[in-house]
């Protein structure tokens, strides 16, 4: 079995409904082995180490690397001895993914005088512009200056900077509505078509749009679709267990499927508390601000969870998106009357 060095793995996070091990995309258990490193040895990690010095991992002995916003955290001068040492550990026909906030789709919104409002929300609470450029303030507040962003990156730069540190084939693509870099770049000189096949398994979105020339591509679309039908009609029939496995199904394919995370969402709500719930609820608004659906059922899951301190900024945000003002004045009025039977 093929391992990936997990860099930066943080604690280990076992999702609720499979209760497996999450795992990067591309990178599913059947098939790898995870080897986690981390700076902080509280997470538990397998190798306790730093980007710019993995002395304990050997050369040559992992097949790939995922790195999930950490290269931000290095001064500029250490990006080149980190990826130096992301490519010492590689074998020779290994690949490392890497992903980081795109700093041309953050400095969009500082350019419209947003640099302190909420662009998204993550597990953590809001994000603002501010955070994203240079760490998320409350951790860092707390004595936690590991959160500091200390370089950035545009998507030209990113893989500017790894083609100059040796790799030979590289690909990305931004996201800006996610506020997002991903990069995979692989250690030899590999046809285009297998760049291109790593890039579909394990990049969140294609670098190029397959749903206008490729039909296997049409054909999982429609076959999501289909899935999806059969999940919501058994959700609405009461046949829980039979949606709960239809929308996993889904979500094994795309893990950032807005309606198939609000389905489970509402599941776990109803068989276990709204707390349980809330990670898919969150992936649901990120995937689609648009549906005001999601912002209520996800603001009414943190009030039933008692997380009550960042619903005000959920509420602002929701308003830039698809949440309707007298919708959110509504939402309000229930936090008011929540706090004051407190």
Same mark, same amino acid.
């Given at each position: 079995?093929?391992?990936?060095?997990?860099?930066?793995?943080?604690?280990?996070?076992?999702?609720?409904?499979?209760?497996?091990?999450?795992?990067?995309?591309?990178?599913?258990?059947?098939?790898?082995?995870?080897?986690?490193?981390?700076?902080?040895?509280?997470?538990?990690? #397998?190798?306790?180490?730093?980007?710019?010095?993995?002395?304990?991992? +050997?050369?040559? =002995? %992992?097949?790939?690397?995922?790195?999930?916003?950490?290269?931000?955290?290095?001064?500029?001068?250490? %990006?080149?001895?980190?990826?130096?040492?992301?490519?010492?550990?590689?074998?020779?026909?290994?690949? *490392?993914?890497?992903?980081? +906030? #795109?700093?041309?789709?953050?400095?969009?919104?500082?350019?419209?005088?947003?640099?302190?409002?909420?662009?998204?929300?993550?597990?953590?609470?809001?994000?603002?512009? !501010?955070?994203?450029?240079?760490?998320?303030? +409350?951790?860092?507040?707390?004595?936690?200056?590991?959160?500091?962003?200390?370089?950035?990156?545009?998507?030209?730069?990113?893989?500017?900077?790894?083609?100059?540190?040796?790799?030979?084939?590289?690909?990305?693509?931004?996201?800006?509505?996610?506020?997002?870099?991903?990069?995979?770049?692989?250690?030899?000189? %590999?046809?285009?078509? &297998?760049? !291109?096949?790593?890039?579909?398994?394990?990049?969140?979105?294609?670098?190029?749009?397959?749903?206008?020339?490729?039909? *296997?591509?049409?054909?999982?679309? &429609?076959?999501?679709?289909?899935?999806?039908?059969?999940?919501?009609?058994?959700?609405?029939?009461?046949?829980?267990?039979?949606?709960? =496995?239809?929308?996993?199904?889904? !979500?094994?394919?795309?893990?950032?499927?807005?309606?198939?995370?609000?389905?489970?969402?509402?599941?776990?709500?109803? &068989?276990?508390?709204?707390?349980?719930?809330?990670?898919?609820?969150?992936?649901?608004?990120?995937?689609?601000?648009?549906?005001? &659906?999601?912002?209520?059922?996800?603001?009414?899951?943190?009030?039933?969870?008692?997380?009550?301190?960042?619903?005000? #900024?959920?509420?602002?945000?929701?308003?830039?998106?698809?949440?309707?003002?007298?919708?959110?004045?509504?939402?309000?009025?229930? !936090?008011?009357?929540?706090?004051?039977?407190?």
């Amino acid at each position: 079995m093929k391992t990936f060095l997990h860099v930066g793995c943080g604690p280990l996070y076992i999702d609720p409904v499979t209760k497996q091990p999450s795992r990067p995309q591309g990178f599913d258990l059947s098939s790898w082995n995870e080897l986690r490193l981390d700076i902080n040895p509280a997470v538990n990690p #397998d190798v306790v180490g730093t980007m710019t010095d993995m002395s304990a991992v +050997p050369s040559g =002995s %992992v097949d790939a690397i995922f790195s999930s916003h950490n290269i931000e955290h290095l001064y500029p001068h250490e %990006v080149p001895i980190a990826l130096a040492e992301f490519k010492r550990v590689l074998r020779s026909d290994g690949f *490392v993914v890497i992903t980081c +906030p #795109d700093l041309q789709s953050v400095c969009a919104l500082v350019a419209q005088g947003k640099l302190t409002e909420p662009a998204y929300i993550s597990p953590a609470g809001p994000i603002a512009p !501010l955070d994203i450029l240079y760490g998320h303030r +409350p951790p860092m507040s707390q004595g936690n200056l590991y959160m500091s962003h200390r370089c950035g990156f545009t998507l030209n730069v990113l893989l500017g900077t790894l083609e100059a540190a040796g790799f030979s084939k590289v690909v990305g693509n931004c996201r800006p509505n996610y506020f997002d870099l991903w990069a995979l770049a692989c250690v030899s000189n %590999v046809g285009n078509e &297998q760049l !291109l096949n790593l890039a579909r398994q394990h990049l969140p979105e294609q670098p190029f749009d397959l749903t206008q020339t490729n039909p *296997v591509a049409q054909d999982m679309q &429609q076959a999501i679709q289909d899935v999806l039908v059969l999940a919501q009609t058994s959700q609405r029939d009461g046949n829980l267990d039979e949606a709960q =496995s239809l929308f996993l199904e889904i !979500l094994n394919i795309e893990p950032r499927h807005a309606e198939a995370n609000y389905g489970l969402g509402l599941i776990e709500a109803s &068989q276990k508390s709204a707390a349980d719930a809330l990670p898919r609820l969150e992936a649901a608004v990120e995937a689609n601000p648009a549906v005001e &659906q999601y912002w209520v059922t996800y603001v009414d899951a943190l009030m039933m969870s008692g997380i009550t301190h960042s619903i005000a #900024d959920v509420l602002a945000l929701g308003q830039l998106h698809g949440l309707k003002s007298e919708t959110a004045q509504a939402l309000a009025g229930e !936090l008011a009357e929540l706090l004051k039977s407190k």
